[in-house]
Protein backbone atom coordinates (compact mmCIF):
# COMPACT_ATOMS: atom_id res chain seq x y z
CA UNK A 1 0.00 0.00 0.00
CA UNK A 2 1.42 3.51 -0.92
CA UNK A 3 2.08 5.64 2.13
CA UNK A 4 0.44 8.31 2.82
CA UNK A 5 1.49 12.31 2.52
CA UNK A 6 1.22 14.06 5.04
CA UNK A 7 1.10 17.68 4.11
CA UNK A 8 -0.14 19.32 7.61
CA UNK A 9 2.94 18.60 9.94
CA UNK A 10 5.50 15.76 10.49
CA UNK A 11 4.11 13.95 13.61
CA UNK A 12 3.82 10.18 12.94
CA UNK A 13 -0.11 9.00 12.82
CA UNK A 14 0.25 8.07 16.90
CA UNK A 15 1.42 11.40 17.55
CA UNK A 16 -1.12 12.61 15.24
CA UNK A 17 -4.30 10.85 16.66
CA UNK A 18 -3.40 12.08 20.77
CA UNK A 19 -3.59 15.61 19.24
CA UNK A 20 -7.65 14.58 17.99
CA UNK A 21 -8.85 14.73 21.22
CA UNK A 22 -11.12 17.34 22.60
CA UNK A 23 -9.74 18.51 25.60
CA UNK A 24 -6.13 18.22 27.16
CA UNK A 25 -4.66 18.67 31.18
CA UNK A 26 -1.44 20.95 31.07
CA UNK A 27 -0.45 22.41 34.11
CA UNK A 28 1.73 25.30 33.52
CA UNK A 29 5.10 24.62 35.15
CA UNK A 30 6.24 27.40 37.73
CA UNK A 31 7.49 30.40 35.58
CA UNK A 32 11.17 31.39 35.44
CA UNK A 33 11.66 34.83 37.51
CA UNK A 34 12.64 36.40 34.07
CA UNK A 35 8.68 36.13 32.80
CA UNK A 36 7.24 36.79 36.46
CA UNK A 37 6.85 40.23 35.09
CA UNK A 38 3.78 39.32 32.78
CA UNK A 39 0.47 38.81 34.09
CA UNK A 40 -0.91 36.21 31.64
CA UNK A 41 1.35 34.17 29.59
CA UNK A 42 0.67 30.75 27.93
CA UNK A 43 3.44 27.96 28.58
CA UNK A 44 5.94 27.50 25.68
CA UNK A 45 5.18 23.58 25.96
CA UNK A 46 1.25 23.90 25.51
CA UNK A 47 2.42 26.25 22.39
CA UNK A 48 4.60 23.73 20.97
CA UNK A 49 2.52 20.89 20.81
CA UNK A 50 -0.25 23.44 18.95
CA UNK A 51 2.84 24.73 16.39
CA UNK A 52 4.41 21.07 16.14
CA UNK A 53 0.63 19.82 14.90
CA UNK A 54 -0.14 23.22 12.77
CA UNK A 55 3.09 23.24 10.96
CA UNK A 56 5.80 21.59 9.35
CA UNK A 57 9.65 22.31 10.16
CA UNK A 58 10.93 25.61 8.78
CA UNK A 59 7.48 27.49 8.34
CA UNK A 60 6.33 30.43 9.94
CA UNK A 61 4.33 31.05 13.30
CA UNK A 62 3.13 34.56 13.90
CA UNK A 63 1.63 35.71 17.44
CA UNK A 64 -0.11 39.66 16.96
CA UNK A 65 -0.15 39.97 20.87
CA UNK A 66 3.35 38.22 21.71
CA UNK A 67 3.65 39.06 25.53
CA UNK A 68 6.99 37.57 26.91
CA UNK A 69 7.19 35.82 23.47
CA UNK A 70 6.00 31.79 24.42
CA UNK A 71 4.63 31.46 20.95
CA UNK A 72 7.77 32.48 19.67
CA UNK A 73 10.14 30.27 21.80
CA UNK A 74 8.47 27.28 20.95
CA UNK A 75 8.69 28.02 17.14
CA UNK A 76 12.03 28.87 17.67
CA UNK A 77 12.25 25.56 19.72
CA UNK A 78 11.02 23.40 17.32
CA UNK A 79 12.57 24.52 13.69
CA UNK A 80 9.87 27.26 12.92
CA UNK A 81 10.48 30.85 11.83
CA UNK A 82 8.99 33.16 14.77
CA UNK A 83 7.08 36.57 14.03
CA UNK A 84 5.59 38.47 16.73
CA UNK A 85 3.99 41.47 17.25
CA UNK A 86 3.72 43.65 20.94
CA UNK A 87 2.07 47.09 22.39
CA UNK A 88 3.96 47.36 25.59
CA UNK A 89 7.80 47.69 24.55
CA UNK A 90 8.81 45.72 27.99
CA UNK A 91 7.31 42.78 26.88
CA UNK A 92 8.59 43.13 23.08
CA UNK A 93 12.29 43.40 24.37
CA UNK A 94 11.62 40.52 26.91
CA UNK A 95 10.29 38.39 24.32
CA UNK A 96 13.18 39.45 21.81
CA UNK A 97 15.59 38.90 24.05
CA UNK A 98 14.01 35.27 25.19
CA UNK A 99 13.96 34.21 20.98
CA UNK A 100 17.64 35.20 20.39
CA UNK A 101 18.42 33.24 23.26
CA UNK A 102 16.85 30.65 21.63
CA UNK A 103 18.38 31.18 18.35
CA UNK A 104 21.68 31.26 19.68
CA UNK A 105 21.75 27.93 21.77
CA UNK A 106 20.54 26.61 17.95
CA UNK A 107 23.70 28.07 16.27
CA UNK A 108 23.56 27.63 12.72
CA UNK A 109 20.48 25.67 12.43
CA UNK A 110 18.31 28.49 14.21
CA UNK A 111 14.81 29.94 12.05
CA UNK A 112 14.56 33.73 11.85
CA UNK A 113 12.78 35.54 14.21
CA UNK A 114 11.44 38.80 14.91
CA UNK A 115 9.38 40.97 17.18
CA UNK A 116 8.34 44.39 16.37
CA UNK A 117 6.94 46.58 18.42
CA UNK A 118 3.41 47.87 17.36
CA UNK A 119 -0.26 48.00 17.69
CA UNK A 120 -1.77 44.95 16.19
CA UNK A 121 -4.46 47.11 15.14
CA UNK A 122 -1.71 47.78 12.37
CA UNK A 123 -0.11 44.78 11.28
CA UNK A 124 -1.08 45.20 7.55
CA UNK A 125 1.57 48.03 7.79
CA UNK A 126 4.83 45.81 9.10
CA UNK A 127 4.58 44.14 5.42
CA UNK A 128 4.78 40.95 7.40
CA UNK A 129 6.03 38.10 4.82
CA UNK A 130 3.19 35.18 4.74
CA UNK A 131 2.35 33.26 7.94
CA UNK A 132 2.05 29.26 7.66
CA UNK A 133 0.48 29.39 10.99
CA UNK A 134 -0.84 31.96 14.00
CA UNK A 135 -1.19 31.08 18.01
CA UNK A 136 -2.24 34.08 19.72
CA UNK A 137 -3.79 34.79 22.53
CA UNK A 138 -5.80 38.07 23.68
CA UNK A 139 -6.32 40.28 26.87
CA UNK A 140 -8.97 38.17 28.53
CA UNK A 141 -11.13 41.88 28.10
CA UNK A 142 -9.99 44.33 31.11
CA UNK A 143 -10.36 41.61 33.79
CA UNK A 144 -6.81 42.18 35.35
CA UNK A 145 -8.35 45.60 36.24
CA UNK A 146 -11.07 43.61 38.29
CA UNK A 147 -10.23 44.17 42.47
CA UNK A 148 -11.33 40.40 43.52
CA UNK A 149 -9.74 39.31 40.81
CA UNK A 150 -7.77 36.42 43.21
CA UNK A 151 -4.43 35.87 41.45
CA UNK A 152 -3.83 39.90 41.49
CA UNK A 153 -3.65 40.15 45.04
CA UNK A 154 -0.92 37.48 45.27
CA UNK A 155 0.85 39.74 42.18
CA UNK A 156 0.49 43.32 44.23
CA UNK A 157 1.63 41.28 47.57
CA UNK A 158 4.88 40.36 45.57
CA UNK A 159 5.12 43.62 44.22
CA UNK A 160 4.18 43.09 39.91
CA UNK A 161 2.67 44.27 37.64
CA UNK A 162 -0.85 43.20 37.52
CA UNK A 163 -1.76 45.14 34.22
CA UNK A 164 -0.54 44.79 30.76
CA UNK A 165 0.14 48.79 30.40
CA UNK A 166 -1.93 51.95 30.82
CA UNK A 167 -1.45 52.56 27.54
CA UNK A 168 -5.05 53.43 25.87
CA UNK A 169 -3.99 51.29 22.74
CA UNK A 170 -3.94 48.12 24.61
CA UNK A 171 -6.85 46.64 24.31
CA UNK A 172 -7.09 45.42 28.36
CA UNK A 173 -7.60 49.10 29.05
CA UNK A 174 -11.09 49.24 27.09
CA UNK A 175 -13.54 48.59 29.24
CA UNK A 176 -17.03 48.80 27.14
CA UNK A 177 -17.19 44.64 26.38
CA UNK A 178 -18.80 45.58 22.66
CA UNK A 179 -15.88 47.80 21.75
CA UNK A 180 -13.32 45.35 23.40
CA UNK A 181 -14.72 42.56 20.75
CA UNK A 182 -15.22 44.82 18.03
CA UNK A 183 -11.84 45.92 18.33
CA UNK A 184 -10.27 42.15 18.67
CA UNK A 185 -12.27 40.92 15.88
CA UNK A 186 -11.29 43.58 13.68
CA UNK A 187 -7.01 42.62 14.26
CA UNK A 188 -8.03 39.08 14.00
CA UNK A 189 -10.07 39.81 10.41
CA UNK A 190 -7.04 42.06 9.14
CA UNK A 191 -4.63 38.75 10.01
CA UNK A 192 -6.90 36.70 7.59
CA UNK A 193 -4.87 38.51 4.47
CA UNK A 194 -1.35 37.93 6.51
CA UNK A 195 -1.75 33.47 6.37
CA UNK A 196 -1.27 31.61 3.47
CA UNK A 197 -4.16 29.97 1.68
CA UNK A 198 -5.07 26.31 4.53
CA UNK A 199 -3.02 27.95 7.39
CA UNK A 200 -4.90 28.02 11.08
CA UNK A 201 -5.40 30.09 13.47
CA UNK A 202 -5.46 29.33 17.12
CA UNK A 203 -7.21 31.69 19.81
CA UNK A 204 -6.21 31.04 23.20
CA UNK A 205 -8.76 32.19 25.34
CA UNK A 206 -11.89 32.41 28.01
CA UNK A 207 -15.22 33.20 29.33
CA UNK A 208 -14.88 36.17 31.59
CA UNK A 209 -17.41 36.55 34.27
CA UNK A 210 -17.54 40.22 35.99
CA UNK A 211 -20.11 41.46 38.65
CA UNK A 212 -22.85 38.36 38.13
CA UNK A 213 -22.66 38.11 34.92
CA UNK A 214 -20.39 35.60 32.50
CA UNK A 215 -19.58 37.24 29.57
CA UNK A 216 -18.92 34.55 26.67
CA UNK A 217 -15.80 36.11 25.05
CA UNK A 218 -14.86 32.77 23.62
CA UNK A 219 -17.95 31.88 22.20
CA UNK A 220 -18.43 35.63 20.90
CA UNK A 221 -14.84 35.26 19.24
CA UNK A 222 -15.59 31.67 17.62
CA UNK A 223 -18.98 33.15 15.86
CA UNK A 224 -18.07 36.24 14.90
CA UNK A 225 -14.40 34.92 13.25
CA UNK A 226 -16.36 32.33 11.92
CA UNK A 227 -17.80 34.56 9.37
CA UNK A 228 -14.14 35.51 8.12
CA UNK A 229 -12.58 31.95 8.57
CA UNK A 230 -13.59 28.66 8.53
CA UNK A 231 -14.84 27.61 12.24
CA UNK A 232 -13.14 23.97 12.62
CA UNK A 233 -12.96 23.65 16.96
CA UNK A 234 -12.34 24.11 19.89
CA UNK A 235 -10.02 22.02 22.27
CA UNK A 236 -10.22 22.70 26.05
CA UNK A 237 -7.21 22.98 28.00
CA UNK A 238 -7.52 21.81 31.48
CA UNK A 239 -5.91 22.79 34.70
CA UNK A 240 -5.90 20.89 37.84
CA UNK A 241 -3.76 21.90 39.91
CA UNK A 242 -4.90 25.15 40.86
CA UNK A 243 -6.53 26.03 44.44
CA UNK A 244 -10.32 26.05 44.66
CA UNK A 245 -11.85 29.02 46.48
CA UNK A 246 -15.55 29.35 47.72
CA UNK A 247 -16.78 31.98 45.60
CA UNK A 248 -20.63 32.60 46.71
CA UNK A 249 -20.93 29.48 48.81
CA UNK A 250 -24.02 28.76 50.59
CA UNK A 251 -25.80 32.12 48.75
CA UNK A 252 -25.25 31.67 44.79
CA UNK A 253 -23.72 29.48 41.76
CA UNK A 254 -20.14 30.63 40.85
CA UNK A 255 -17.69 28.25 39.42
CA UNK A 256 -13.98 28.03 39.28
CA UNK A 257 -13.30 28.50 36.02
CA UNK A 258 -10.38 26.62 35.90
CA UNK A 259 -10.26 25.87 31.57
CA UNK A 260 -9.70 27.73 28.19
CA UNK A 261 -10.70 27.36 24.88
CA UNK A 262 -8.22 26.68 22.50
CA UNK A 263 -10.67 28.23 19.35
CA UNK A 264 -9.16 27.02 15.74
CA UNK A 265 -10.04 28.54 12.98
CA UNK A 266 -8.91 27.77 9.29
CA UNK A 267 -8.23 30.57 6.20
CA UNK A 268 -10.17 28.51 3.37
C1 LIG B 1 -2.65 37.36 27.10
S1 LIG B 1 -1.27 38.38 26.78
C2 LIG B 1 -0.32 37.39 25.67
C3 LIG B 1 0.67 36.54 26.40
C4 LIG B 1 1.54 35.69 25.48
N1 LIG B 1 0.77 34.67 24.82
C5 LIG B 1 2.62 35.03 26.32
O1 LIG B 1 2.60 33.82 26.48
O2 LIG B 1 3.48 35.75 26.85
C6 LIG B 1 -1.90 39.63 25.72
C7 LIG B 1 -0.85 40.63 25.23
O3 LIG B 1 -1.48 41.52 24.30
C8 LIG B 1 -0.76 42.74 24.37
N2 LIG B 1 -1.59 43.77 23.71
C9 LIG B 1 -2.69 44.40 24.19
N3 LIG B 1 -3.17 45.26 23.29
C10 LIG B 1 -2.36 45.16 22.18
C11 LIG B 1 -2.35 45.79 20.90
N4 LIG B 1 -3.25 46.71 20.57
N5 LIG B 1 -1.37 45.43 20.03
C12 LIG B 1 -0.44 44.50 20.35
N6 LIG B 1 -0.39 43.89 21.56
C13 LIG B 1 -1.35 44.20 22.47
C14 LIG B 1 -0.53 42.94 25.86
O4 LIG B 1 0.53 43.83 26.12
C15 LIG B 1 -0.23 41.48 26.31
O5 LIG B 1 1.16 41.24 26.37
Redesign the pocket.
Known sequence: MAERVNRLNDLTPREWIRFQKSWFIHNPPPREPG?LV???????GL?REFIEFFTKRGQSVL?????????LVAAVRSGRQALG????PD?ARL?EQRVQAERLALGDQAPQARVHV????Q?DQLELPPVDYC??????WDMLRQPGFETQRQRREDGLPTT??D?P?????IADYARFLD?LVA?YVKLHACLRPGAYLTV?VKNVKKGKRMYPLAWDLGRRLGETYLLKDERLWLQDNVRLAPYGMFNAWVSNTHHHYCLNFRRE
Open positions: VHPGKFPEADPMAGTGSAIELNFAADARLLTSPPYYSDRDLANEIV
